[in-house]
T-cell receptor, first 111, second 116 residues
Framework: QKEVEQNSGPLSVPEGAIASLNCTYSDRGSQSFFWYRQYSGKSPELIMSIYSNGDKEDGRFTAQLNKASQYVSLLIRDSQPSDSATYLCAVMNTGFQKLVFGTGTRLLVSP | DAGVTQSPTHLIKTRGQHVTLRCSPISGHKSVSWYQQVLGQGPQFIFQYYEKEERGRGNFPDRFSARQFPNYSSELNVNALLLGDSALYLC???????????????FGSGTRLTVV
């Protein structure tokens, strides 16, 4: 079992729709969860972090965390073509100070 | 304020050679981590340094080594390069060791290493 799992996609949504990206993790001791966006050929850019169960909203982005189900998700409302990128889920266990990344989900937003 | 800076941006090396990659963290950040990202995969953890001490090491061979300097900049060294070492090498900085303070890691633009 991979430590952090994501569907590789591509996830295709039309402009203006809601994109839903999902991630599961295996380490129950994980404390911090992050979503990074990575454009082709570029480095990852932090877009959301979440530490407590529930929802956290920031503009068009909402991160959701369910520690009991070991599940993290990212919703992107009013998707734009500029949102087309690979979205990386990353999980950190504070016992060992490293980020464990999933393989990423490629999102394609069509005009 | 400057972000995380990495040099060089691109590098081509021959198998068996040695390479040194450099990273300067965001001002005030004391933690530097190194990640390797192979095409189509997520970044893989190599090392973390905090206050000049190694805090963690990923599952990489001893050919990989790193250090952090008093000004918190860092070097990643790779000896006896293999074709499989071709990847994007990312440096990330954070204020504290856990990455939670300051809300996560900030990545530099990376060094694209090609081994031929």
């Amino acid at each position: 079992q991979k430590e952090v799992e994501q569907n590789s996609g591509p996830l295709s949504v039309p402009e203006g729709a809601i994109a839903s990206l999902n991630c599961t993790y295996s380490d129950r001791g994980s404390q911090s969860f992050f979503w990074y966006r990575q454009y082709s050929g570029k480095s990852p850019e932090l877009i959301m972090s979440i530490y407590s169960n529930g929802d956290k909203e920031d503009g068009r982005f909402t991160a959701q965390l369910n520690k009991a189900s070991q599940y993290v998700s990212l919703l992107i409302r009013d998707s734009q073509p500029s949102d087309s990128a690979t979205y990386l889920c990353a999980v950190m266990n504070t016992g060992f100070q490293k980020l464990v990344f999933g393989t990423g989900t490629r999102l394609l937003v069509s005009p | 304020d400057a972000g995380v800076t990495q040099s060089p941006t691109h590098l081509i090396k021959t198998r068996g050679q040695h390479v040194t990659l450099r990273c300067s963290p965001i001002s005030g950040h004391k933690s530097v981590s190194w990640y390797q990202q192979v095409l189509g995969q997520g970044p893989q953890f190599i090392f973390q340094y905090y206050e000049k001490e190694e805090r963690g090491r990923g599952n990489f061979p001893d050919r990989f080594s790193a250090r952090q300097f008093p000004n918190y900049s860092s070097e990643l060294n790779v000896n006896a390069l293999l074709l499989g070492d071709s990847a994007l090498y990312l440096c990330a900085s954070s204020q504290g060791p856990s990455g939670v303070a300051g809300d996560g890691y900030t990545f530099g633009s990376g060094t694209r290493l090609t081994v031929v």
